[in-house]
T-cell receptor, first 113, second 116 residues
């Protein structure tokens, strides 16, 4: 299973764009990249998932370069409510046919007024 | 609400007691996962069900832990003879297996266990 490396913490201010970069040098061909958001005392919330290039939804954008060894989660115009821990994960279907997620420590994003 | 639900949300118990948690996955999701999360750490995989079959158990799941998913719908996680080290957030996630590699797991709100 590929490991990921992301900053332990980041600070931003309301209205700014936040980019969180994740390194996954050993990503496998069949691995997808998934980002989750977690608030205190809640379960992780799926944000976005992609395989290559750029993916955008109503919440965020995910940029994946051609070599797929890193990815960047982009949160446009953050608000105080975006203060949370963000997890980057890579994985896909394995020979066993399922995908147990391996979480790192995540990035603690603090948005200030 | 059609998301993953877990009950109870909080549980306080004394050391040595047994506890049981329940997870109701998203309807028609055939895969169900249990994770455990301690303070300041990311969730750790415990076990996985494909329909009613338990296909993998982590080494974290000692013999005091047992999980079931009768009829492939809801799941229960039981901890016998609880220890203080069992204090954690227990998370359930479900997904729908597709024909491609892509799979998205959706998490419930978790059950926070405190063992005194």
């Amino acid at each position: 299973l590929a490991k990921t490396t992301q900053p332990i913490s980041m600070d931003s201010y309301e209205g700014q764009e936040v980019n969180i970069t994740c390194s996954h040098n050993n990503i496998a061909t069949n691995d997808y990249i998934t980002w989750y958001q977690q608030f205190p005392s809640q379960g992780p919330r799926f944000i976005i998932q992609g395989y290559k290039t750029k993916v955008t939804n109503e919440v965020a954008s995910l940029f994946i370069p051609a070599d797929r060894k890193s990815s960047t989660l982009s949160l446009p115009r953050v608000s105080l409510s975006d203060t949370a821990v963000y997890y980057c994960l890579v994985g896909g279907m394995f020979s066993g046919g399922y995908n147990k997620l391996i979480f790192g420590a995540g990035t603690r994003l603090a948005v200030h007024p | 609400d059609t998301g993953v639900s877990q009950n109870p949300r909080h549980k306080i118990t004394k050391r040595g007691q047994n506890v049981t948690f329940r997870c109701d996955p998203i309807s028609e999701h055939n895969r169900l996962y249990w994770y455990r999360q301690t303070l300041g750490q990311g969730p750790e995989f415990l076990t996985y069900f494909q329909n009613e079959a338990q296909l993998e158990k982590s080494r974290l799941l000692s013999d005091r832990f047992s999980a079931e998913r009768p009829k492939g719908s809801f799941s229960t996680l039981e901890i016998q003879r609880t220890e203080q080290g069992d204090s954690a957030m227990y998370l359930c996630a479900s997904s729908l297996a597709g024909t491609k590699n892509q799979e998205t797991q959706y998490f419930g709100p978790g059950t926070r266990l405190l063992v005194l």
